[in-house]
RNA sequence: GGCCCGUUGGUCAAGCGGUCAAGACGGCGGCCUCUCACGCCGCAAACAGGAGUUCGAUUCUCCUACGGGUCACCA
């Protein structure tokens, strides 16, 4: 005569451990007073989605900030979407944005921490001693119903107005009795295996969210699948073993989770195990037609976290832009801390925001702009060339012939307390600094803005004083000093209050020079920049600007 | 449709019964200034709507509207 034992046994015939040697083994964790232990579980798609990559650093800095663990678990356990040499791609895709693992698969193969396996379908036989348990309990049953069966009571639940799914009448399954369940499984059906849900329509569950507070709904009644046909587990029952086995104290995931949380509180229960706490990180928005939604990897190219290396984004920047959406006290904080490393700012879970945040690409923009600011000249050809290496190879030509003065072109206007903000992704190094590789400047917009005449004028008489020993302040005195004979006014506001007496003011002198010179009307410090390409080059090229002007 | 979540300026958002409703990005104006930046100063700009509770609601309750999520042998 069979009954649960028996039947158990004949579902998990190799399964000899229990769910309370399970949790011997993996003891709870030495941990300091208020320290999270934290995941990110992503399915190895090879698709690193910038939502992920949000969550992922949230949970990594919720982790950090409270001195505990982080750990990175592979949720493979849907083989049609797995992407060979996913999971390297994405370990290394977070750490080029600094995120990286106590715990789990590492880079190049293997893995560290003493709760794994860290990949899930290499935790099969965990998942089966828990299932095994439920069965002996009579807490999960095999299901035979094939995926036809299933479809049509779903569409028979549908039309009766009744809430769709396994139960009540049509979890026929769940009435086997242990001599028909072996029964069927003798004969070679294939099943899958379900829990036995105590849930009740109108039942409520309550539970705590870390980031929206108080939460209650529906309980469940489904008898989810435990277990599918294959023996893997489903994303529910996975996470319900691993995350108490894994000892991980604050569940932090995605918000399209929260509907299922009373699936996991009520598995948790079946399975005697404490209820897990949740933290549902709200989604990345993005405006479309007036309306919002999550970005989306098909339509939006900045969902993808590749994009914004790409695009030449320090990772830290993306990092700090994700922050201030995440805690938006960063801000003030990185006001009061310029040099610190976002590492070391106080991050809390509770200061989230329950509503999604749109993606702003213009302030995303602000930050990066204020993260290579404060970047040395050094650090910044470092990026920059690296940047140049892979998506610019004619720009990295340029930049690396002479890194010494590739360095010199970034260093102009940088340091002290007001840095440029004017390069805000690598991508405009290009154009920021064209004009130091090349003289090949049209002439013309000068010549329409101030005839031909007085621009020869202006640089004949300024190569003659030219001195290129001069500091900043001679040069510009020099400058001041051929205004006079030219007819322009030296001092700026004496010209504006008296505009009629003179050609022009001294602002004009060197904009023809500073033409001249770098074929634009605005740069940085131009003193700078002739220092840096020398005499020679500096003549060279105004005396070609005259030659043209003939 | 059921259940759930959300809604403060264009955007990110402080606020947690009494505020002239912070700040940041962006916009606009000005100052500084050899240009452009930077910096500084200033301006415009918001509590989705309606009922309650209260001496008093952005804050608490309910309803409505709108937005989002979820209802798989996917995660």
Redesign the pocket.
């Given at each position: 005569m069979a009954d649960n034992f028996s039947l158990a046994a004949l579902m998990f015939p190799d399964i000899s451990s229990t769910p309370d040697k399970l949790l011997e083994a993996y003891p709870p964790r030495a941990l300091k007073e208020g320290a999270l232990v934290t995941r990110f579980?992503p399915?190895p798609t090879g698709f690193l989605h910038i939502g992920n990559v949000f969550t992922a650093m949230v949970a990594e800095r919720a982790a950090r900030a409270s001195g505990g663990t982080y750990i990175l678990r592979i949720?493979d356990?849907?083989k049609k979407?797995e992407v060979e040499g996913g999971v390297q791609l994405l370990i290394q895709s977070l750490a080029g944005f600094g995120i990286v693992f106590d715990e789990g698969p590492m880079d190049g193969g293997g893995e560290r921490g003493d709760y794994g396996p860290y990949t899930q379908s290499g935790r099969r036989a965990l998942y089966h001693t828990f299932c095994r348990a439920l069965v002996e309990k009579g807490l999960a049953y095999p299901c035979f119903?094939?995926?036809e069966a299933?479809a049509g009571s779903?569409a028979a639940q549908e039309e009766q107005g009744m809430?769709?799914?396994?139960w009540g009448e049509h979890a026929v399954c769940r009435r086997f009795s242990p001599d028909e369940a072996e029964r069927h499984i003798k004969s070679g059906m294939p099943y899958?295996v379900r829990m036995r849900s105590p849930g009740k329509p109108g039942g409520r569950v309550k539970f705590r969210d870390v980031i929206?507070?108080d939460?209650?709904?529906?309980e469940n009644f489904l008898d989810v699948?435990l277990l599918?046909?294959d023996g893997?587990p489903?994303?529910h029952f996975a996470h319900v073993v691993d995350d108490t086995l894994m000892r991980v104290n604050q569940v932090i995931r995605g918000?399209?989770?929260?509907?299922?949380a009373p699936i996991h509180l009520q598995m948790l229960w079946m399975c005697g195990l404490k209820p897990l706490k949740y933290a549902h990180v709200s989604p990345i928005m993005k405006?479309e037609d007036g309306?919002?939604?999550?970005l989306s990897k098909r339509k939006d190219p900045e969902a993808a976290a590749t994009y914004f290396e790409q695009q030449g984004y320090p990772s830290d920047a993306v990092i700090e832009y994700l922050l201030?959406?995440a805690n938006?006290n960063y801000?003030?904080w990185r006001k009061q801390n310029r040099e610190a490393s976002w590492a070391s700012f106080p991050f809390s879970l509770g200061?989230m925001?329950?509503?999604?945040?749109?993606f702003?690409i213009?302030?995303l923009q602000?930050v990066s702009g204020d993260v290579i600011a404060r970047m040395t000249a050094r650090q910044v050809t470092e990026h920059a060339c690296r940047w140049a290496q892979t998506y610019d190879a004619s720009l990295y030509g340029r930049l690396s012939a002479d890194l010494a003065f590739t360095q010199g072109i970034f260093a102009i206007?940088r340091g002290g307390s007001?840095?440029?903000?004017?390069i805000t992704r690598w991508g405009d190094v290009g154009d920021y600094c064209d004009y130091f590789f090349s003289s090949a400047f049209d002439t013309s917009g000068l010549t329409a803005q101030y005839g031909a005449d007085v621009c020869r004028d202006v640089l004949s008489a300024y190569l003659d004083i030219y001195n290129p020993a001069d500091g900043k302040d001679e040069w510009?005195a020099a400058i001041k000093n051929i205004c006079g004979p030219l007819g322009f006014c030296p001092d700026?506001k004496q010209y504006k209050a008296e505009p009629d007496k003179h050609k022009g003011h001294?602002?004009d002198i060197?904009?023809i020079i500073?033409f001249a010179v770098t074929g634009r009307?605005?740069?940085?410090?131009?003193?700078a920049i002739m220092a840096l390409l020398g005499e020679n080059e500096c003549r060279g090229r105004m005396e070609r600007c005259i030659a043209s002007l003939r």
């Open positions: 579980a399915s949720e356990t849907d979407r119903c094939t995926e299933l779903r809430t769709p799914g396994y899958v929206r507070g939460i209650e709904m529906e699948v599918k046909k893997l489903t994303y918000d399209e989770w929260i509907a299922s405006e309306s919002r939604r999550k201030s959406i938006s801000e003030d200061k925001s329950a509503s999604g945040a749109l702003d213009v302030k602000s206007d007001k840095p440029r903000k004017d510009f700026v001294v602002g060197s904009a500073r009307k605005n740069t940085p410090d131009l003193h």
